[in-house]
């Protein structure tokens, strides 16, 4: 059984910085995806960033250039910096999983995932 487990999420002040850590534990496959995803009040979820077991990142419009996804495999555990805070990311971020194994598409493992798995989150608030 893979279970995630989000940290890091506290209040800040915009413009500024954070870091979320992600730990999974139980078996994943050599191919698969992880994701952050956000949801902030009255909204839809929404996928922020995901990385495959390549390392291939993909990231929404709105945090490129701004958030950096990464992984540490051996330690298990997903990361998300996020630099110049908006008041527009304030949300409850999760951390998801599709587990594999997944076939290599359009570049990357990400191409076609189904999240079976999912983080309790963490709350980001920014304050302008």
């Known amino acids: 059984q893979v279970q995630l487990a989000e940290s890091g999420g506290e209040s800040v002040q915009s413009g500024g910085s954070l870091k979320l850590s992600c730990t999974f534990t139980?078996?994943?496959?050599?191919?698969?995806?992880l994701g952050w995803f956000r949801q902030a009040p009255g909204k839809e979820r929404e996928m922020v960033a995901q990385i495959d077991s390549d390392g291939t990142a993909n990231y929404a419009d709105s945090v490129k250039g701004r958030f950096t996804i990464s992984q540490r495999y051996t330690e298990r555990t997903l990361y998300l910096q996020m630099n110049s805070v908006k008041p527009e990311d304030t949300a409850m971020y999760y951390c998801?999983?599709?587990?594999?194994?997944?076939?290599?598409?359009?570049?990357?493992?990400?191409?076609?995932?189904?999240?079976?798995?999912w983080g309790q989150g963490t709350q980001v608030t920014v304050s302008s």
């Open positions: 139980g078996y994943i496959y050599s191919s698969y995806c």
């Open positions: 998801a999983a599709d587990i594999g194994p997944l076939s290599y598409s359009n570049g990357g493992y990400c191409g076609k995932v189904d999240w079976g798995y």
